[in-house]
């Protein structure tokens, strides 16, 4: 019964993941580029910026899985008609048949959780984490935020490795506030740039050239030699020449913030690589929009 009533919160999340996957609305054709100005100088809402940095709560992830996931839909309504054994069964079935099931993981984990059985939340992320490796770098670093708040930390050499990077400054408008600018990139290739809530390009970028200059920009970040994991930095970057960087590793966020005109002027400094394969992204993703 326990696990019914903590699922039964998932629903409350739905509102709130409509605002992270949807462009901001134009009121009408004549005001669209008043609209799409005032969008560039909003920051990202910080349910947005969690999402990104792989730090969605259990809950939360798993009511962003169902809206993906007939599956999971179909478990979560099995609860809710009282026939939690039945979609346990099926999850652990999809499980034991698929490894890789993401939707499974997460669901067996929240159902350990709900029993207080961390040992056995964190035996399923092994399970997953073993089956999927680093073809899905995101999905990985929130398992391990799961993990983390549980207190099942990875191994030395685990905790250090670089799956993702995320680039973060507040660049400088003719008029007025700047625009905040956020790029994110995954060992596997996937990224995302949003100038303010507006995402260049508008639709997943998934060309071979852009996936490839995401990776070559992990591995740049990889090779940094980074501080120990702290607390993301939820302050907003100040604008004019700031540049924050935010390495995402399974052992938690890392961070390091530069100016931008220094790593300009000298290729040697520790960020000047990375710095340079972000623009070089940036540049990409932009031409595309």
């Not at 709560?57 to 099995?78: G, K, N």
Request: charged share 25%.
């Amino acid at each position: 019964m326990s696990l019914l009533l903590m699922l039964a919160l998932f629903g409350s999340f739905g509102a709130m993941f409509a605002v992270i996957r949807s462009r901001p609305s134009r009121a009408a054709e004549s005001s669209e580029a008043v609209e799409e100005v005032s969008s560039e100088h909003l920051p990202l809402p910080e349910l947005a910026l969690r999402l990104h940095f792989a730090e969605l709560s259990l809950d939360e992830e798993l009511e962003l899985l169902r809206r993906q996931s007939p599956q999971l839909a179909e478990w979560l309504d099995l609860l809710a008609a009282d026939k939690a054994e039945e979609a346990l069964s099926r999850a652990e079935a999809e499980h034991d048949t698929n490894p890789r099931s993401r939707v499974a993981a997460r669901f067996l984990m929240r159902a350990h959780l709900s029993v207080g059985d961390n040992a056995g939340a964190a035996k399923v992320a092994q399970a997953y984490f073993k089956a999927v490796g680093a073809s899905d770098c995101h999905a990985v670093l929130q398992a391990w935020h799961h993990l983390r708040a549980m207190n099942v930390l990875p191994g030395p050499e685990t905790a250090k490795e670089v799956l993702g990077v995320v680039v973060e400054a507040n660049l400088s408008g003719k008029n007025g506030p700047g625009i905040p600018t956020t790029l994110v990139a995954t060992r596997d290739g996937w990224s995302m740039l949003h100038r303010g809530r507006l995402m260049v390009p508008a639709t997943p970028d998934t060309r071979p050239e852009v996936e490839a200059a995401a990776k070559a920009l992990v591995e740049e970040a990889a090779k940094v030699e980074l501080p120990a994991p702290s607390a993301r930095r939820s302050k907003r970057v100040r604008k004019g020449f700031k540049l924050r960087f935010t390495f995402l590793t399974p052992g938690g966020p890392s961070v390091l913030e530069a100016d931008i005109r220094e790593l300009s002027d000298n290729a040697f400094l520790p960020l000047s690589m990375p710095f340079l394969r972000a623009t070089e992204l940036v540049s990409m993703k932009s031409r595309a929009s």
